[in-house]
């Protein structure tokens, strides 16, 4: 089966206010960042703000940062992410190959750290952020430490600092929008 990569024509609007205070449009264009895994999975940055003070004049565009799966201190980043189905665990696809692949994937957005407890899935990963989730195409399952629930198009997660997993169920990829915010942990 052929697909699309849904990211490519994705469209983004940035506005701003001109020096006597008028609003504008600052930036139109696709998404420019974005860090590819594979030939589906990979982050796509729309924006990130690092909480300073707004300055509303500025043009410069903010997904011009290191790419991590998590905003730095005190900052937010709103992106577009995808992922693809789990390759099939065989005698050229080993468990180890897999875990080795989703390791280095992490490592390479600066994001290794956030890899704790990896048991029960390759990708399980926890960040000090609130993460607000909408799956707009594909299905997919939400892996927690002990429990996993199955997610379908327009479902919304709120994901507050748990360790968790996507996984792909069936052969089309899944496409997520997200709004991460930074956020220290009250407890354990």
Same mark, same amino acid.
Request: hydrophobic share 35%; charged share 25%; glycine share 4%.
């Given at each position: 089966?052929?697909?699309?990569?849904? @990211?490519?024509?994705?469209?983004?609007?940035?506005?701003?206010?001109?020096?006597?205070?008028?609003?504008?449009?600052?930036?139109?264009?696709? $998404?420019?960042?974005?860090?590819?895994?594979?030939?589906?999975?990979? $982050?796509?940055?729309? @924006?990130?703000? +690092?909480?300073? +003070? $707004?300055?509303?004049?500025?043009?410069?565009?903010?997904?011009?940062?290191?790419?991590?799966?998590?905003?730095?201190?005190?900052?937010?980043?709103?992106?577009?992410?995808?992922? &693809?189905?789990? +390759?099939?665990?065989?005698?050229?696809?080993?468990?180890?190959?897999?875990?080795?692949?989703?390791?280095?994937?992490?490592?390479?957005?600066?994001?290794?750290?956030?890899?704790?407890?990896?048991?029960?899935? &390759?990708?399980?990963?926890?960040?000090?952020?609130?993460?607000?989730?909408?799956?707009?195409?594909?299905?997919?399952?939400?892996?927690?430490?002990?429990?996993?629930?199955?997610?379908?198009?327009?479902?919304?997660?709120?994901?507050?600092?748990?360790?968790?997993? @996507?996984?792909?169920?069936?052969?089309? +990829?899944?496409?997520?929008?997200?709004?991460?915010?930074?956020?220290?942990?009250?407890?354990?």
């Amino acid at each position: 089966m052929t697909h699309t990569n849904p @990211w490519q024509s994705l469209r983004r609007v940035i506005t701003g206010t001109d020096n006597n205070g008028r609003s504008k449009i600052m930036i139109d264009d696709h $998404l420019p960042n974005r860090h590819m895994f594979d030939d589906f999975s990979g $982050l796509h940055e729309v @924006w990130t703000d +690092p909480g300073n +003070p $707004l300055d509303r004049t500025a043009s410069k565009d903010q997904t011009e940062r290191n790419i991590s799966i998590a905003p730095e201190r005190g900052a937010v980043r709103f992106r577009y992410f995808t992922v &693809a189905p789990t +390759p099939k665990i065989s005698e050229q696809i080993t468990e180890a190959m897999v875990r080795e692949q989703v390791a280095d994937a992490f490592a390479s957005v600066n994001s290794a750290h956030h890899q704790q407890d990896t048991s029960r899935h &390759a990708a399980m990963h926890i960040t000090p952020t609130i993460d607000c989730i909408v799956l707009l195409q594909g299905r997919v399952k939400l892996i927690l430490d002990d429990e996993e629930t199955e997610l379908k198009p327009f479902d919304m997660v709120i994901q507050r600092g748990t360790n968790h997993a @996507w996984e792909v169920i069936g052969e089309e +990829p899944a496409l997520f929008v997200a709004v991460l915010v930074d956020r220290e942990f009250l407890n354990k």
